[in-house]
C-alpha cells in the first residue's frame, strides 16, 4: 500500500498532526509521501520526518496586525498556478491520499479518481453537533470546496459526534519538566512583533519566552525573544506555568494536555480560531480576548492552573483504520479513541 499524505503548511499546527502520523507510519512500515502547501520554502523547518516532502505554492491567507487582510489573501491566491500545480501532480500510483485540509492533492485526487480521506480540525466543523458561533452554511461549503474529500473525520477536543476524533499529542522527553511559576510562553505570530514586546513589557514580574517568525534569539529585560524551533518550543512548553497564543487548535491541545492555562487572542476574521476560543471558554479552559488587552493578561496571571486532559499520543488505532479501508465505521474508531480520554 502507498499513501500520499497532503498538509497544510499554512501555521505549525498541521505540521505538528503530521510528525506524530509520520511517525507511527515509519514505525508500521507504511509507505507514505508527503506533500505540503501553504508557505514559502525557507519558512519551513524541523522537517526530518518527512524525509524528502515535495512543496507546493498552494493558498494561504496574509494577515495584518493580528487580522486576516482579505484583500491580499486575494491578490496573493495566483489560481492559475494553483491550477497548473493541481494538474502536474499525478496521484495515480496511490492507493489514496490523505489530507489535511491541503487543497492541491485533493483536487489532484478528485480530478484522477482517487479516494480521498480528510482528516482535520476544519472537517469537525461539518457537523452541526460541533459549536461554530456563527451561521455556518458558507463556511462548510467553503471547507469541502477547499479540500475535498470522500470521507470526513474531524478532530476536536471533546466528541461531539461519530466522526470525530481526539488530537495525537505526542509525548516527549523535556529538560526541564517542572513548572515555573513566573514563566509565560508567548506565541503569537500574526501579531506585530513590536506590538507583542509592547503588551508585555509593563509585567516585570513574569518571564516571558515569546516565539515569533520575525525574532532574533535574545532577551529584552523580562522578555526572551526566539526564532521558531521546534525542540525549544515544547521544552519552554513543558515547564512555563500558562501560555499566551492566538487560539489554533494545534497549540491548545497541547496546552491542554500538560494542564497548562491558556490566555488566547483569535486572529481576527478566522472563523475557526473564533469557534476555538469560544469552545474553549464554555469549557472553562481559557481566558479570551479580542486584542492585546493588559486587563486581560492581569486577570489571567491570577487563575488557577487546568487540570490535565490525557489525549493520546499514539495514532496505531487511526492508522490501522486507515490501511484497512474501514471508512464507513467511524464509529468503532470514534469509540476505541475517546475512550479512556478523562473530560
Known amino acids: 500500500m502507498k499513501i500520499l499524505y497532503g498538509i497544510q503548511g499554512t501555521g505549525n499546527g498541521h505540521i505538528t498532526r503530521a510528525r506524530v502520523m509520520a511517525n507511527c507510519f515509519k514505525k508500521l512500515g507504511v509507505d507514505v509521501d508527503y506533500v505540503f502547501s501553504g508557505r514559502a520554502e525557507q519558512d519551513y523547518f524541523d522537517m526530518q520526518e518527512f524525509a524528502q516532502y515535495r512543496r507546493f505554492r498552494g493558498l494561504s491567507f496574509n494577515t495584518t496586525n493580528g487580522q486576516v487582510n482579505n484583500l491580499q489573501t486575494l491578490k496573493n491566491a495566483r489560481i492559475c498556478k494553483l491550477i497548473t500545480d493541481i494538474k502536474s501532480l499525478n496521484v ?74 481526539p488530537p495525537f499529542i505526542a509525548n516527549h522527553q523535556h ?78 491541545s497541547e496546552a491542554l494536555k500538560l494542564g497548562k492555562k491558556l490566555l488566547l487572542k483569535p486572529l481576527n476574521g478566522q472563523f475557526e480560531q473564533a469557534a476555538n476560543a469560544q469552545t474553549l471558554l464554555a469549557m472553562r479552559m481559557a481566558h479570551v480576548m479580542n486584542y492585546l488587552n493588559p486587563q486581560a493578561l492581569d486577570d489571567w496571571n491570577s487563575a488557577p492552573q487546568n487540570k490535565k486532559i490525557n489525549y493520546p499520543s499514539d495514532p496505531t488505532p487511526l492508522i490501522r483504520w486507515l490501511v484497512k479501508k474501514q471508512w464507513g465505521d467511524t464509529q468503532s474508531l470514534h469509540k476505541g479513541l475517546w475512550g479512556s480520554v478523562n473530560l
Open 175 to 252: 529538560e526541564n519538566p517542572v513548572a515555573v511559576i513566573n514563566k509565560v510562553l508567548v506565541y503569537l505570530p500574526f501579531e506585530n512583533l513590536d506590538s507583542i514586546i509592547d503588551y508585555l513589557k509593563d509585567f516585570p514580574e513574569k518571564e516571558f519566552y515569546c516565539y515569533h517568525p520575525n525574532a532574533q534569539n535574545q532577551s529584552i529585560r523580562h522578555i526572551h525573544l526566539r526564532s521558531p524551533s521546534r525542540a525549544s518550543f515544547l521544552n519552554d512548553l513543558s515547564n512555563t506555568s500558562g501560555v499566551i497564543g492566538n487560539a489554533g487548535f494545534e497549540l491548545a
Open 92 to 165: 495515480k500510483p496511490y492507493d489514496f491520499v490523505l489530507n489535511d485540509f491541503e487543497p492541491i492533492s485533493a483536487w489532484a485526487a478528485k480530478r484522477a479518481g482517487v479516494p480521498v480521506v480528510g482528516i482535520s480540525h476544519q472537517a469537525a466543523f461539518l457537523s452541526n453537533s460541533v459549536p461554530m458561533f456563527s451561521k455556518g452554511i458558507l463556511r462548510k461549503s467553503f471547507i469541502k470546496y477547499y479540500a475535498p474529500a470522500n470521507i470526513y473525520l474531524g478532530v476536536h477536543w471533546q466528541p461531539f459526534a461519530d466522526n470525530i476524533i
